[in-house]
Nanobody, 124 residues
Framework: QVQLTESGGGSVQTGGSLRLSCAAS????????IGWFRQAPGLEREFIAG????????NYAVALKDRFTISRDNAENTAYLQMNNLKVDDTAVYYC?????????????????WGQGTQVTVAE
């Protein structure tokens, strides 16, 4: 089992950048595929990106791949989401999640453990 905690959210202007962190406060992050999701009020939870245990494989939502980058540092027991050129529509609660199975997936039902989320607000 693993316990995840997101951090790094906040308020930024359009065009700005944020780096979100997903730290495993309990468990070993390298045992899991890590995914990032987001959810705006009233909308479905949306897949952003996933990364394999070693960090050598990734998958992205096509619409976000040019601006968002997922990475991980297993020595720090932490995964990251770098977000650049932020837009108002990026405003959402951002979640990280851990997947036990060893292949990439892109739906929330494929992930087993979830953090509490961190708010990202982008204003004009």
């Amino acid at each position: 089992q693993v316990q995840l905690t997101e951090s790094g959210g906040g308020s930024v202007q359009t065009g700005g950048s944020l780096r979100l962190s997903c730290a495993a406060s309990r468990g070993t992050l390298s045992n899991y595929i890590i995914g990032w999701f987001r959810q705006a009020p009233g909308l479905e939870r949306e897949f952003i990106a996933g990364i394999t245990q070693s960090g050598t494989g990734t998958n992205y939502a096509v619409a976000l791949k040019d601006r968002f980058t997922i990475s991980r540092d297993n020595a720090e027991n932490t995964a990251y989401l770098q977000m650049n050129n932020l837009k108002v529509d990026d405003t959402a609660v951002y979640y990280c999640a851990a997947r036990v199975e060893s292949y990439l997936a892109a739906t929330q039902l494929d992930y087993d453990y979830w953090g509490q989320g961190t708010q990202v607000t982008v204003a004009e």
